[in-house]
């Protein structure tokens, strides 16, 4: 049996499939990380740095108001979730009037965040249905709003089954 001779034609076409298919898989692999990127954290983050004293201090005046906020999320068998807000003062009492709004967040993905409306259902008792919530974990975060200010936030890592 004859072997065919390895010309230099031969060795140049060689190295250049070699090195197409190196950078035929870089650039597929660079095209789908850029692809599902979720982004940044903050849009700003020199928006974020200067807004940092006033999210110090609106931590401390929830603090010093004392209150007791209970949050229940489920996630139903259709997909759907319920989240209920329970909200008393340091004295006990519920906090009625309030605008409470919550979101669940992907932590790795900010493109699959889903806000929840929360209506009051009862003195102090918030109530707000999610839809198509997939399962996994999430980050609860809860607002309470009153006269246009923010005077409630918590975030919490749920896992929604």
Not at 123 to 150: C, F, H, M, T
């Amino acid at each position: 049996m004859a072997t065919k001779p390895l010309t230099g034609t031969k060795v140049f076409l060689m190295l250049v499939a070699f090195f197409g298919v190196v950078i035929g898989v870089n650039v597929t692999m660079m095209k789908l990380a850029i692809a599902t990127l979720p982004g940044t954290d903050v849009d700003s983050p020199y928006a974020a740095g200067l807004a940092y004293d006033r999210e110090i201090s609106a931590a401390q005046d929830q603090a010093a108001r004392k209150w007791k906020v209970n949050a229940h999320i489920e996630r139903r068998a259709d997909g759907n979730a319920v989240l209920q807000v329970e909200a008393r003062d340091a004295a006990g009492q519920p906090v009625s009037g309030l605008k409470f709004g919550g979101r669940l967040e992907r932590p790795t993905d900010k493109r699959a965040d889903l806000a929840v409306e929360l209506a009051e259902a009862g003195v102090g008792i918030y109530r707000g249905n999610a839809a198509s919530v997939a399962p996994g974990q999430w980050d609860l975060v809860i607002e309470g709003d009153a006269k246009g200010e923010r005077v409630f936030l918590s975030r919490n890592r749920v896992i929604l089954n």
